[in-house]
T-cell receptor, first 116, second 117 residues
Framework: NAGVTQTPKFQVLKTGQSMTLQCAQD?????MSWYRQDPGMGLRLIHY???????DQGEVPNGYNVSRSTTEDFPLRLLSAAPSQTSVYFC???????????????FGPGTRLTVL | AQKVTQAQTEISVVEKEDVTLDCVYE???????LFWYKQPPSGELVFLIR??????QNEISGRYSWNFQKSTSSFNFTITASQVVDSAVYFC??????????????FGQGTELSVKP
């Protein structure tokens, strides 16, 4: 299993450009989420999905779109990049445990985005 | 409203010392999950533990132990005999609801632990 993969690892954009951050998991997990990490603020939830075709907003959704057409993929789209979106973006995948606490939490390696 | 507070922004210890990282949470739900993650300097997030609100047993895994106390809404993390490799940022996180077993996490601000040789 590759776990959770994210591409690209690094990206530099100019203000106003659009782009898509890719996230994929091969564990057949129901939940997928996107977070952004900014210095001193921990991680904040942008959007999440509880299954294919179902998405919802998190704490900081403005400026981002998501869709979940398959269980495996959960891309994050920046519609018109702004310097305030400079951050590290993490995708996460979660399976539903059916027994005692087990290791069902996985984060991707992150995408470092800079918007000039 | 849900919230996670890690009041210790930075901690510095000398190798072999024990260190406790504090985590206090707020939630109105009776069913919730608490997590700890480690973020080493390389940047990835490493899952350490998940506890549900119905299980207050303390847990030990090698040099790591966790103390969950619902009475004080705390889920503290202790590293015994710290090592330089423990240097990282540690995050405590909360998710609410029976079916949300981590799909929506609320993170604390993180505690940066520095272990000096």
């Amino acid at each position: 299993n590759a776990g959770v993969t994210q591409t690209p690892k690094f990206q530099v954009l100019k203000t106003g450009q659009s782009m898509t951050l890719q996230c994929a998991q091969d564990m057949n997990h129901e939940y997928m989420s996107w977070y952004r990490q900014d210095p001193g603020m921990g991680l904040r939830l942008i959007h999440y999905s509880v299954g294919a075709g179902i998405t919802d907003q998190g704490e900081v959704p403005n400026g981002y779109n998501v869709s979940r057409s398959t269980t495996e993929d959960f891309p994050l789209r920046l519609l018109s990049a702004a310097p305030s979106q400079t951050s590290v973006y993490f995708c996460a995948s979660t399976g539903r445990s059916r027994g005692p606490s087990t290791d069902t939490q996985y984060f991707g390696p992150g995408t470092r985005l800079t918007v000039l | 409203a849900q919230k996670v507070t890690q009041a210790q922004t930075e901690i510095s210890v000398v190798e072999k010392e024990d260190v406790t990282l504090d985590c206090v949470y707020e939630t109105r739900d009776t069913t919730y999950y608490l997590f700890w993650y480690k973020q080493p300097p390389s940047g990835e997030l490493v899952f350490l533990i998940r506890r549900n609100s119905f299980d207050e047993q303390n847990e030990i895994s090698g040099r790591y132990s966790w103390n969950f106390q619902k009475s004080t809404s705390s889920f503290n993390f202790t590293i015994t005999a710290s090592q330089v490799v423990d240097s990282a940022v540690y995050f405590c996180a909360l998710s609410e609801g029976f079916y949300n077993q981590g799909g929506k996490l609320i993170f604390g601000q993180g505690t940066e632990l520095s272990v000096k040789p």
